[in-house]
């Protein structure tokens, strides 16, 4: 049975292809997440934010970013981009297109971790006009069958939405911030 999850994210956008969906072709996911928020900040302020969540989560720090605060200001001496990065020690960045998404995959450390036979994340930037736009997220998940991967099941959708619920509030307040220094 295929579970889906939603949170601010419209009827309209669900029905977007994301990059994610080219990663799990070969399987239909056991759980389908949909998170999506309104950011006034143009689609590249949003994506340099995104791009920071390499380093740090940006959602409750003392959970998932071991107490060290996530920064909130942008980072100037980070790497580009590239495939095969690590994010967060559990994922790695698989895709990417500039100004415009992030997708990544997790590792084999974060697959055990939820007991995930897999998880692929596309974060996605959708322009609204010039200075207004929509971070949208779809997570397609296939958990194990296993007695603490059924756990997981019912457990994760509730837990993922508190945790990605705080980072989209973070994300927007630090993109929107940034739009109104300029």
């Known amino acids: 049975m ?22 799990i072709k070969e399987y239909d996911p056991a759980f389908t997440l949909y998170r999506g928020i309104t950011i006034k900040a143009p689609m590249s302020t949003v994506f ?36 095969g990065q690590i994010v967060w020690n559990i994922f790695e960045l698989i895709d990417f297109e500039i100004d415009r998404s992030i997708t990544l ?19 996605l930037i959708y322009p609204q006009d010039n200075q207004t736009c929509r971070l949208l997220v779809k997570g397609l998940m296939k958990y194990r069958n296993n007695l603490a991967g059924r756990l997981a099941k019912y457990l994760m ?26």
């Open 48 to 83: 340099k934010w995104v791009s920071q969540l390499r380093i740090a989560p940006y959602s409750y720090d003392w959970i998932d970013n071991h107490g060290r605060p996530s920064p909130n200001r942008l980072l100037s001496d980070l790497p580009p981009l590239a495939n």
């Open 105 to 123: 995959r997790a590792t084999p450390a974060g697959l055990m971790k939820y007991q995930l036979q897999d998880l692929v994340v596309s974060y």
């Open 2 to 23: 295929r579970t889906v999850n939603n949170w601010g994210m419209t009827s309209q956008e669900r029905k977007l292809v994301f990059p994610c969906d080219n990663y």
């Open 157 to 182: 959708p509730g837990l993922d939405l508190i945790m990605m619920r705080k980072q989209f509030l973070r994300l927007k307040m630090l993109a929107e911030q940034q739009g109104e220094e300029r």
